[in-house]
């Protein structure tokens, strides 16, 4: 009972700020779009036709086509409506229906971050076990070191580095492309080793902090054997803290993907709006936009829900992040 | 000699310093022993010691034997395999002493990890059944009062079927009616041949369980003997004064004066909480010179009532009005937790110096104030968190007399210190307010609202009105 | 005993602050006295294709033949006033509009949580990213206002959420009762306990600034060549990492001393 209500409450809170977020991008990007100082239908002309073909008559054509001639307002309001409808419109530059073009890159990036995640939790995650464990240990310093020199690095010298050891030197790896199974293993190590440094920190505090907490003691003390208490008591009470933590990650997590596709020319989102920043392809530009604000809600909607089926206690004020 | 558990000799130390040092503990089965003593005495240190469960920078020396079995207690592990089967523990704060994502059953069930999984559910059970929360075996801890923790916590100890049960100050934050059945349980323990140590600073405690009681202080046992004779015939002048600060032997306590002019006037006043009334219909009027406490088991309401009154917080029905007299800042609070109330980041003269400025009071009255409140004045320069609990309700004291109230609302503001500091801090109170000062107590301590009040109202499960002392 | 174990470790925090501190200040130094020494960051001479580091050129000469020291110097004051002006600007907005919710409660409270909810899932970079795309090429003011825009609302959501939690604290309620006013509200509660999450979270919002902008300038959006910028400068330097390595590692050593040292400045206690 209370169950369905905690889970309907969360889902209509994310919802309204799935609702906030949708609103606020698109203004973003019209507010950005209107105060374009380039002719933005001289670019897209060019991106059709190539620079050397281009006259101003063509970027008038276009222009007119694309309803760029119109008020800012009536542009705006014409957008939400068909967005309203589902309708995303047609990419200016490919003339291929948005929603077709988001399909095919939501998929790449969904492939792209899942990956991500695994390497940052496998590796974040035992190094912080191993670290709490050994406080002080050599491990434990080791950890530290790497948690700080990752924070301080941007991911794209990170991705550089990585492309220079394994591509370019040993010659292991591809360093760009995308749809072969050894292309994902350097964008995704970039990514997740970025956020792998985060990860090991909080769960090296929790675990210590879970591991002196008073029930895990007052198991010991009823003779509970230590693997038990790990399996019972521990895992389960740090999840209820990491998982959350990644849930507020996830901002981080997209981030990295525009970059770390870039880097690597990995067909997804991140990818497809720097392209689209480039040509001026204003559709692809709010869809790809909306899309990965959209993807930060629901991961933690899904961060959420795991939590809620974790911890039975009423949440805290203020915990939704 | 076997079953029985023999303490030849213990020491604890940290960094040279001495925090426990003695020897000949005995415990038998049916005779409990209590160890009672101030905070910071050293008595849940003797308590964990023999259990090997201290901070490993604690140093232990000392042996004790079980049924004749030798144990060397400098090496925490040499006890680890008795735990939960020979030895268990009941902790301090039970609350916090369960798996807040664990269901009481299955928490309870976990101590007979050895014992196929039904079995363990079944006597878990029948465990929660004996201490009466059959009904709760489905909940987590959070839905549990404090009293019904500790009592889940009881049968999460004892199912290992262990004979030596030590218990850490059990009567923390308990209501008198959750510390009867805790009293039970401990008894019950006994007369099943269970060997039972308890560590307390309630002198109630002591008295119901029997058998043997230790003073300690300073990190040694400066009397011991069977109760009767330790707590009514103490030998000890540390003991004579622990005995004298008990509420019910307060002899300092100035006669109230005549009761001058209303000052607060509730009238049919009522408030609930989503799902849980709190007070209904009720009225009362606090005159100045007048003594009020209200009491009652936690949760029912006491604090809100008095947040109330003092304007802190609204009710949803009936008025509440407060003379002139009573004007920002004539009403002033004592609370729970004096840290909490003081900024944390400024030292506390800093506030102290803002509140001579805003009302023009005479800067050296925070002298003379803390000269006869026993306050050293270097304190004033420490921040809040720097102080101990004691010494910090006497300046929150000394910052409430500078404004020179007509009310002081005391909530529970002694109910974190140990009897002698609760007397000390009282008695500072009691004499530093002017005569004609009111005083509404908000306390769970049935004998410290009878020592100092005359009025009082108690709060039940739902209040009526009809309880001694209200006026209509 | 918790007390006394606590005092050596504060001042060892303390002593360990002063090489980051140090690094910072050499930096800035750098920043704001090198664009005046070396000669300009423009000027080619294509001559000097790729010199090694000498004497007089201490960090030698790019593929067009410009000093990469002066270049470097003009990039390092790029990256430090930008973040400065983004996070003060930023700081100042989100620490106003929090207590402000936190004080005033109520529907201003509600509209200005509904705000933030919706800013706080859009990454900031993709604010940055818009902003600066979109903006005429290479003016920094779109970079300043996507910097500031996309900060504003962590300042806003820690400072609304410690800010309630410290007025509806009891060391409120006791200043109330003693009729104190607001000015020590301010000065005692607010501005005491919010000084150090700031100062945290303005080094850390320096670091995300300058990454930020760096990797504009490695993705070529917003920030162009020949702008001198420490992002842009490692794409360009890249190619050549083989024959002149020093290219490369020049922009990279200072973008990795300026993020350390700002991360290194913050307290031990409240390393996020």
Redesign the interface.
């Known amino acids: 009972m209370t169950g369905i209500r905690r889970t309907g409450e969360v889902l209509l809170k994310r919802s309204g700020q799935a609702l906030g977020v949708a609103l606020a991008v698109s203004i973003l990007c019209f507010v950005v779009v209107q105060r374009l100082p380039g002719d933005v239908s001289y670019r897209i002309a060019a991106g059709r036709y190539g620079y050397d073909l281009v006259d101003n008559a063509a970027a008038a054509a276009v222009a007119a086509e694309l309803g760029l001639d119109r008020p800012a307002w009536q542009q705006f309001g014409s957008w939400l409506a068909a967005l309203a409808q589902g309708d995303l419109g047609r990419s200016l530059v490919t003339s291929r229906p948005v929603g077709e073009e988001l399909a095919f890159y939501l998929l790449g990036t969904l492939q792209l971050t899942g990956a991500a995640l695994l390497v940052a939790i496998l590796i974040g995650g035992s190094v912080g076990v191993l670290a709490a464990r050994h406080p002080g240990s050599l491990v434990d310093h080791l950890a530290t070191t790497w948690v700080a020199s990752v924070r301080a690095l941007p991911p794209f010298l990170l991705g550089l580095l990585l492309v220079l050891v394994f591509s370019v030197q040993l010659g292991w790896l591809p360093a760009v492309g995308h749809g072969n199974s050894t292309s994902l293993v350097l964008p995704a190590m970039t990514l997740g080793l970025g956020l792998s440094g985060l990860v090991a920190r909080v769960t090296r505090e929790t675990v210590i902090n879970v591991w002196s907490s008073s029930y895990v003691q007052f198991a010991h003390t009823r003779g509970i054997r230590e693997r038990l208490v790990l399996l019972r008591h521990v895992l389960r009470n740090s999840a209820v803290v990491l998982v959350p933590y990644l849930g507020a990650q996830a901002i981080l997590l997209i981030e990295g993907v525009i970059v770390v596709e870039s880097l690597f020319a990995w067909q997804g989102l991140g990818h497809a709006l720097v392209h689209a920043v480039f040509w001026r392809d204003i559709p692809m530009l709010q869809a790809t936009a909306l899309a990965l604000a959209l993807l930060v809600v629901s991961l933690n909607t899904v961060v959420d829900l795991i939590v809620l089926r974790l911890d039975p206690r009423p949440r805290r004020a203020g915990a939704l992040a | 000699m076997s079953d029985r558990l023999e303490v030849d000799h213990v020491k604890v130390t940290h960094h040279g310093t001495v925090l426990v040092e003695t020897g000949g503990l005995v415990l038998e089965p049916g005779t409990a022993v209590t160890v009672i003593g101030e905070s910071g005495s050293g008595k849940s240190l003797l308590a964990h010691s023999l259990l090997g469960t201290l901070p490993p920078e604690l140093a232990v020396t000392g042996a004790m034997r079980l049924d004749g079995d030798p144990f060397d207690l400098a090496d925490p592990d040499s006890r680890r395999h008795l735990w939960g089967r020979e030895l268990a523990l009941l902790p301090q704060e039970p609350a916090l002493a369960l798996d807040p994502t664990m269901r009481v059953r299955r928490q309870v069930a976990g101590g007979l990890w050895k014992a196929p999984a039904a079995v363990a559910r079944r006597r878990a059970m029948t465990a929660l059944d004996e201490v009466g929360l059959a009904g709760a075996a489905e909940s987590y801890p959070h839905t549990l009062s404090g009293g019904m923790a500790q009592r889940v916590a009881y049968a999460a100890a004892t199912i290992g079927g262990a004979r030596v049960l030590i218990v850490d100050e059990p009567s923390k934050g308990l209501d008198a009616a959750a510390l009867d059945r805790l009293a039970a349980l401990l008894q019950a323990h006994l007369a099943g041949g269970g060997l039972l140590l308890t560590i307390t600073h309630d002198l109630g405690l002591a008295r119901r369980l029997g058998g043997q009681v230790w003073v300690m202080r300073e990190a040694e046992v400066v009397e011991r003997g069977p109760v009767d004779q330790v707590l009514d015939a103490p030998s000890h002048p540390y003991t004579r004064r622990l005995l004298a600060a008990d509420p019910s032997r307060w002899d300092w306590v100035p006669a109230a004066p005549t009761a001058g002019e209303p000052l607060v006037t509730a009238t049919a006043v009522s408030k609930a909480y989503p799902g849980r009334p709190l007070f209904h219909d009720l009225s009362l009027q606090i005159r100045a010179g007048e003594r009020w406490a209200l009491t009652g088991p936690s949760g029912v309401g006491k604090t809100t009532l008095g947040n109330a009154l003092a304007g802190l917080c609204t009710v949803d029905a009936g008025t509440i009005t407060r003379t002139e007299a009573l004007r920002r800042p004539r009403l002033q609070k004592l609370y729970q937790d004096p840290a909490l109330s003081f900024p944390a980041r400024v030292p506390l003269r800093a506030g102290l110096s803002d509140l001579v400025r805003r009302h023009r009071v005479d800067g050296a009255r925070i002298s003379t104030l803390a000269g006869s409140l026993g306050l050293d004045e270097a304190l004033l320069d420490r921040r809040s968190s720097q102080v101990s609990g004691g010494e910090l309700q006497r300046v929150a004291i000394l910052r409430a007399m500078l404004v020179e109230p007509a009310l002081i609302f005391a909530d529970e503001a002694t109910s974190r210190l140990d009897l002698l500091t609760q007397e000390g801090t009282l008695r500072c109170l009691m004499e530093e307010a002017d005569p004609g000062c009111a005083l509404l107590l908000v306390t769970h301590d049935q004998s410290v609202a009878r020592a100092l009040t005359d009025n009082r109202l108690e709060l039940g499960e739902i209040a009526e009105p009809a309880t001694s002392g209200v006026r209509g | 005993?918790s007390?006394l174990s606590l005092l050596p470790l504060e001042s060892r925090t303390r002593r360990r602050r002063w090489v980051p501190a140090t690094i910072l200040i050499l930096l800035v130094a750098f920043a704001l006295i090198g664009p005046w020494v070396f000669a300009s960051p423009f000027a080619q001479d294509l001559s000097r294709y790729l010199e090694p580091p000498s004497l007089t050129e201490p960090l030698g000469r790019d593929e067009y033949g410009r000093s990469v020291v002066s270049r470097l110097a003009h990039a390092t004051r790029l990256s430090l006033v930008l973040a400065s002006l983004s996070v003060a600007t930023a700081l100042l907005l989100g620490t106003t509009l929090g207590t402000m919710a936190a004080w005033r409660g109520g529907w201003l409270d509600s509209v200005l949580r509904?705000?933030s909810?919706?800013?706080?899932?859009?990454?900031?970079?993709?604010?940055v990213?818009?902003?600066a795309?979109?903006?005429?090429?290479g003016s920094l003011w779109a970079l300043y206002a996507g910097l500031a825009l996309a900060q504003w609302v962590e300042y806003f959501r820690v400072v609304r959420?410690r800010a309630a939690l410290i007025l509806g604290?009891?060391?409120v309620?006791?200043?109330?009762?003693?009729?104190?006013?607001r000015l020590?509200v301010v000065?005692?509660?607010l501005l005491?306990?919010l000084r150090p999450l700031l100062l945290t979270l303005a080094s850390l919002g320096m670091?995300t600034a300058i990454?930020a902008m760096?990797?504009l300038g490695?993705?070529k959006?917003g920030l162009q060549p020949p702008r001198a910028e420490l992002?842009l400068m490692?794409t360009e330097a890249?190619p050549h990492?083989d024959a002149a390595p020093w290219l490369a590692l020049a922009p990279?050593v200072v973008?990795?001393a300026l993020?350390?040292s700002l991360?290194g400045l913050r307290r031990k206690e409240d390393?996020r």
Do not use: C, K, N, Q
């Open positions: 005993m007390t509904g705000i909810e919706s800013f706080v899932a859009m990454p900031a970079l993709l604010i990213l818009l902003f795309a979109l903006a005429a090429d959420a604290s009891p060391a309620e006791a200043a109330e009762l003693l009729h104190l006013g020590h000065r005692r509660h005491p306990e670091v990454l760096s990797t490695f993705i959006v992002g490692i890249f990492y990279v973008l990795f993020t350390v991360l390393s």
